[in-house]
């Protein structure tokens, strides 16, 4: 009853027919961004049937624009899901995924090919002012970050949140790291000695995660705000809710869900504020925003994780709450609508390139496909 009083209010709220959207083929080149998110679970958004957890935009996102409800990363954890959606291949093609090691970290020699092709060096052949923020998880040499893949700006964190420890160890001391937060130890977020990069240059080390999710959203503000009147693309990886999880003091402590909440709510936050500065700026008519995970949520850590809803098990398996994430598309064109065919981040690839006029890859084998005819009014 509760359930269906709160999808009545909302159809009160969010009025189809008051949206207006130019139909994409309409616009030679729309401005795209993506949001990938970091072991979010299918059911951890409103939209997506969670009781607790307040996520108006991202709801507002998907009631505008579409949810996708077998939408599907192409791993089940970091690294290789990373790979796929910036290339439109299956990990084991672009190389990275390993038979020992499933993911990079801090002491890897190596990182996603030169000779692959991402999203922002083919849209950058059509004009494209390119920007990643936070998460690469894609090599932390030099050689490997994103200026060297086809972004004009990097600012993030080159690996997991959880990685590069002060003693060396992939955990901080003691059995529980959230021991140490919930005590309020001043030194909890020091035990990770994660760098903050932007472009090849770190400039915070250990970085501030307290702030992180803030940072990120301002500065995808930032880019929006700079490169108005230039079409761009908009890679905005967050490092949470990857444990260890930290909210700013403005929703540390306010959510029902908890701590796990605070960081969600913070980040959907940060969503409201981008597309705030699109509507701004008049931009939201010709831009498509992508909203999905890299893969299921990390159930060990109970409390600290978040839910597959009625999917089984969570990150690390090829079970439905492994890879089975949300995903919307909202903006320009977008046909309103819940959509249950199948889909895959590898198909966003093909997708932006088609909606942009992007000359398709056609010297290697590409796993995603084009969905524009799907997501976009015709």
């Keep these: 009853m509760i359930q269906l009083s709160l999808m009545l209010l909302t159809s009160l709220i969010f009025k189809p027919e008051n949206i207006s959207f130019q139909i994409v083929d309409q616009i030679e080149k729309p401005n795209f961004i993506i949001v ?16 607790t957890i307040h996520t108006p935009n991202l709801d507002k996102m998907a009631y505008e624009g579409q949810k996708w409800t077998q939408f599907y990363s192409a791993s089940s954890v970091c690294t290789p899901s990373r790979a796929a959606i910036l290339t439109g291949r299956l990990p084991i093609r672009n190389g990275m995924i390993g038979k020992r090691n499933r993911v990079l970290f801090p002491n890897s020699k190596y990182g ?29 040499k030099k050689e490997y970050l994103p200026l060297q893949h086809g972004f004009d700006y990097y600012y993030g964190i080159p690996y ?4 590069d420890k002060m003693n060396g160890e992939t955990c ?7 021991q140490k937060y919930e005590n309020k130890n001043p030194g909890s977020t020091k035990f990770y000695n994660v760098p903050l990069i932007e472009n090849n240059d770190i400039i915070e080390r250990p970085v501030d995660q307290t ?46 869900r908890g701590l ?31 909203f999905t995970s890299d893969n299921g949520p990390w159930l060990p850590f109970e409390t600290h994780s978040g839910s597959a809803g009625l999917l089984r098990e969570g990150k690390g398996t090829t079970w439905e709450g492994g890879q089975r994430i949300p995903g919307i598309f909202w903006g320009a064109g977008i046909k309103p609508g819940v959509i249950n065919d199948l889909g895959s981040t590898m198909d966003i690839f093909p997708t932006l ?26």
């Design 36 to 51: 990938f998110v970091d072991d979010m679970g299918y059911g951890d958004l409103g939209s997506y049937g969670h009781p």
């Design 260 to 290: 796990y909440g605070d960081v969600i709510e913070e980040i959907d936050h940060g969503m409201g504020l981008i597309m705030e500065e699109l509507k701004k700026n008049h931009l939201d008519k010709n831009t498509i925003v992508v």
């Design 353 to 378: 390139l088609e909606m942009s006029n992007t000359n398709m890859v056609d010297d290697r084998i590409i796993d995603g496909v084009s969905i524009k005819k799907y997501v976009i009014k015709t």
């Design 172 to 178: 901080c001391p003691g059995s529980r790291y959230w």
């Design 112 to 140: 996603l090919p030169n000779s692959e092709i991402t999203i922002a060096e083919k849209l950058k052949e059509s004009g494209y002012k390119t920007a990643a923020i936070g998460k690469w998880h894609l090599g932390h």
């Design 160 to 163: 997991s949140n959880d990685m």
């Design 211 to 256: 702030t992180i999710t803030k940072r990120f959203s301002d500065k995808a503000v930032e880019f929006i705000k700079n490169n108005k009147e230039d079409n761009f693309f908009i890679y905005l990886a967050h490092n949470l809710p990857h444990i260890p999880l930290y909210a700013s003091d403005d929703f540390l402590g306010k959510s029902k």
